[in-house]
């Protein structure tokens, strides 16, 4: 039986090239995509190219391709990539497209159609060297999948998601996580009413100064775990829409936020929650904490909650939970 191709890849001089040929090349300066009919998905087509440094064009013959997922997955070296020619209209997955493209210094993605994508979780995941990433352009009604989606993108200093409309996802953990470099973060107009998961959003954001999250509502939310760890640079935190009704981890939540002074938490709601372990941990100039009610009963790991908090506030604490667990209080070694 013989194999048939799906894509063919055409060089600028119309010269056909099998995929393994890319991985033999280092800068090239045109390509053409064409796409046999019956094939809607694009899947990992680049993915893994390990010496790729430049695609200077690359253009496809068909507008209704629908799946790009992993397209240019962990392509390391590629420092140059035009796609301005790339048709989206139709493509309803994005997920790890630029995912591990650690090397790619610009990126124009400004003329995506993204009104049919539900997928974007990776997206941009490591993409270490941008400065800039315009995504103002972006619809993203139909998403409900960001998980990771900007995570290790550390030279990004602002991100403008004022456009992004998100009232219809439910994953979030990881989005911003360890984007070292991000100093401001408005984020007021996302919606956040189905979103289920936040673990890590904001962790390893160590130059964020100043982040609006003052629409969250998060009555949904089951995991929020490391949420805003590591967060160092962090004075004030406005937490006054959530609803923590459902959530069942919190560890980590607040570690090493360094620089919070005052934190009210006292509306929070965690009947349910179980595991509190490292929550305050390395909060070391936190003086003015308004908590929550803790059902001790309920609790199961309270370990090293208050590591690394001033004397002052363990001794407050301990005035209030009379009966939680010595070990809430003692120093990581």
């Not at 013989?2 to 001089?13: C, G, Q, S, V, W």
């Not at 199961?300 to 209030?320: Q, R």
Request: net charge positive; aromatic share 10%; charged share 25%.
């Amino acid at each position: 039986m013989e194999y048939k191709l799906f894509y063919h890849i055409y060089l600028d001089n119309n010269t056909e090239i099998k995929r393994t040929y890319l991985k033999k090349q280092d800068n090239i300066s045109k390509i053409k995509i064409v796409i046999e009919p019956e094939v809607t998905q694009l899947v990992s087509i680049f993915e893994k190219i390990p010496i790729i440094k430049q695609i200077k064009y690359l253009k496809f013959n068909r507008k209704d391709i629908t799946d790009m997922k992993r397209m240019f997955l962990d392509c390391k070296l590629l420092t140059d990539l035009d796609i301005s020619k790339v048709k989206t209209d139709n493509v309803n997955n994005m997920a790890g497209m630029f995912c591990g493209c650690s090397n790619l210094k610009k990126l124009d993605v400004s003329k995506f159609k993204t009104n049919k994508v539900t997928d974007m979780r990776i997206m941009f995941h490591g993409c270490k060297l941008l400065k800039e990433l315009n995504v103002v352009n972006f619809i993203t009604d139909k998403v409900n999948r960001m998980s990771y989606m900007f995570c290790e993108c550390s030279s990004l200093k602002k991100l403008d998601l004022s456009n992004f409309n998100t009232h219809n996802v439910t994953l979030m953990d990881g989005m911003f996580s360890d984007c070292t470099s991000l100093e401001e973060l408005d984020l007021s107009n996302f919606k956040t009413d189905k979103v289920t998961k936040m673990g890590h959003i904001f962790s390893g954001c160590s130059s964020l100064k100043k982040l609006n999250i003052t629409s969250f509502f998060t009555h949904n939310l089951i995991n929020m775990g490391s949420m805003f760890s590591g967060c160092s640079s962090l004075q004030k935190l406005d937490l006054s829409s959530f609803n923590t009704c459902n959530v069942d981890y919190m560890g980590w939540l607040f570690s090493d936020c360094s620089s919070l002074i005052s934190l009210d938490v006292s509306h929070f709601i965690v009947d349910n929650v179980e595991d509190m372990s490292w929550m305050f941990s390395g909060c070391k100039n936190l003086t003015d904490l308004r908590l929550f009610k803790i059902n001790l009963n309920k609790v199961e790991v309270v370990d090293y909650m208050f590591s690394e908090c001033k004397k002052e506030l363990k001794e407050k604490v301990k005035k209030l939970y009379k009966n939680m667990k010595e070990i809430a209080f003692l120093d990581k070694k």
